[in-house]
């Protein structure tokens, strides 16, 4: 059975290097196109098993040669495919990428396939979801698929739900049933309706958080670190990153999330905040390398101290 079940969505990416974003209307000549494989829920999944977890995707790919493609590539990162469906007369979700040379990013998704995602899919792979160790889910995919993966699964183990891409007037039900919700900083002011949220004003977002519901809420910060808070202690903990040469940040938090899911499953002795500690150093590597999967470390590549 697996340690992670993850709930998500599946892309094909097509990334362009530029030495920086266009203005509207502008046509900018790119220094570098490459396609890869991204989508927040396989890049969590792949995160986790590269750490070393067992794992299990529920996803939707299309019927096109993409889809052939990313199947085999899971296949091939040792995760569980059984319970990723193909659509016919339907694309492989795109995302559209500019990566900057200062390493920031743009991005435009297209979900395609991943809109056929469904509450029935998730039933379909119950006995999967409810045996892992930790449930995580995005945003990615509709709402009622994740909202049907949160009710299978309670009391089974931690559930984690990455509100990204953000969305508005979130289910209450999401919020209440998720043991974790992270969120990015442009994300929490979306749902909080704060504006140039910084760590030193995140207790205000915590607090709102907690009156939509949360029981646990992480907010990255991209090289700042993140804060996170419980509903039992409501009193924001702020976690720095470590500092490093940025090269692509495309798909940090989603190696911090498949981290944390890795974390949480194979090292139940740490707590939370150590949990955090160690996944912010998985997303700081992450971005010293170009791409989004390509960037994500194994666990041979890392030093040996977080695993112990």
């Known amino acids: 059975m697996p340690d992670v079940a993850v709930v998500g969505s599946c892309m094909i990416d097509l990334i362009t290097y530029s030495s920086r974003l266009p203005k509207p209307g502008e046509t900018l000549l790119g220094l570098k196109f490459e396609k890869g494989f991204g989508g927040k829920g396989a890049n969590q999944c792949v995160t986790a098993a590269r750490l070393g977890a067992s794992t299990v995707l529920v996803s939707s790919l299309g019927s096109d040669s993409n889809g052939q493609e990313y199947l085999k590539k899971l296949e091939e990162e040792n995760i569980n495919t059984a319970h990723i469906k193909t659509q016919e007369n339907i694309h492989t979700g795109v995302a559209q990428i500019t990566v900057t040379s200062s390493g920031e990013n743009s ?4 979900q395609g396939s ?3 995602l469904s509450g029935e899919n998730v039933i379909e792979a119950k006995k999967h979801i409810c045996s892992s ?3 995580l889910c995005q945003f990615e995919v509709p ?3 994740t909202l049907e993966a949160l009710r299978v699964y309670q009391g089974h183990g931690t559930s ?3 509100g990204a891409p953000a969305v508005n007037n979130v289910d209450p039900d999401i919020l209440r049933l998720a043991d974790i919700f992270c969120v990015n900083e442009t994300e929490a002011e979306l749902m909080t309706g704060m504006k140039d949220l910084s760590i030193s004003t995140a207790q205000q977002a915590v607090d709102k958080f907690f009156s939509l519901g949360c029981n646990t809420i992480i907010i990255t910060f991209g090289a700042q670190g993140a804060i996170h808070a419980s509903s039992k202690n409501k009193t924001a903990i702020h976690t720095p990153s470590e500092t490093v040469k940025a090269v692509d940040t495309t798909g940090a938090g989603d190696a911090f999330l498949g981290a944390l899911a890795y974390y949480i499953s194979n090292h139940p002795g740490l707590s939370l905040q150590e949990c955090i500690k160690r996944s912010n ?3 700081a590597q992450s971005v010293t390398k170009l791409g989004t999967q390509t960037s994500f470390p194994s666990r041979k590549e890392l030093p040996s101290e977080l695993f112990s």
């Open 114 to 116: 991943n809109l056929c």
């Open 160 to 162: 984690i739900v990455n």
């Open 281 to 283: 150093k998985i997303a």
């Open 133 to 135: 160790k930790v449930l």
């Open 143 to 145: 709402l009622l698929a």
């Open 107 to 110: 991005i435009i998704i297209v």
